[in-house]
């Protein structure tokens, strides 16, 4: 997600433009404002967004989480985030490639999670691919999206200046379909690649810039 929380997983939104940069919080360390202020998005925002992910599992479950989250806050599905676990599995894509009509009942009745019938499909068909991935000899899915790394990272000072899509995003996007994954479009991309560290688009004044060690500040 983008310096994430509304809309796709991204900031509060570069939509408007003019967006500031970052806020210096009571402990010194400046963030940007999705972060600034809800205790859980600063935990997360401080620990786990952009680190790297390179596991099978970790990258299936960022990509099921992106894909409910279209349309929605990031903050309405990191809150539903341990229901979502339980409800598939620990995102075990073994497990839910097996999922039946039985499985997506119980998770229609699910108020812990996104009750969105097509996002739940999503999910099951995407676990499917994602084992089928694993004859690709391209890597199993983590290998994969971390295939379409770009040679640079954006280096933004202001919301605004983070973008929402990449060249990369388009194409794992559409590598992916090719894939018989769905719910993939550019911008989830481009959301998951920030999310699990292949690219960096912490704000160059935040005290996370460069902390995934992938790139250089």
Request: glycine letters at 10%; hydrophobic letters at 45%.
């Amino acid at each position: 997600m983008s310096d994430v929380a509304a809309g796709d997983g991204r900031m509060p939104s570069a939509a408007g433009g003019g967006a500031p940069g970052v806020v210096v919080g009571e402990d010194g360390l400046a963030r940007p404002v999705w972060a600034s202020v809800d205790p859980m998005l600063r935990e997360y925002y401080d620990t786990e967004w952009g680190m790297p992910v390179r596991d099978e599992r970790g990258v299936f479950e960022r990509l099921s989480l992106e894909a409910f989250q279209s349309g929605l806050s990031w903050a309405t599905i990191l809150r539903k985030r341990p229901a979502f676990r339980e409800a598939f599995a620990g995102f075990d894509p073994e497990v839910v490639a097996d999922f039946g009509d039985d499985d997506v009942a119980r998770l229609m009745a699910d108020a812990g999670i996104v009750r969105n019938r097509a996002k739940v499909l999503a999910t099951i068909r995407n676990a499917r691919a994602t084992l089928a991935l694993r004859d690709d000899p391209e890597g199993d899915l983590a290998a994969y999206v971390w295939s379409f790394a770009p040679g640079d990272t954006p280096r933004p000072r202001t919301v605004a200046e983070v973008p929402t899509t990449s060249p990369e995003s388009v194409a794992l996007s559409k590598a992916l379909k090719r894939k018989g994954f769905t719910f993939v479009g550019p911008t989830t991309m481009f959301a998951l690649m920030e999310a699990i560290g292949i690219v960096d688009t912490h704000l160059l004044d935040s005290h996370r810039r460069g902390s995934s060690g992938v790139w250089t500040a």
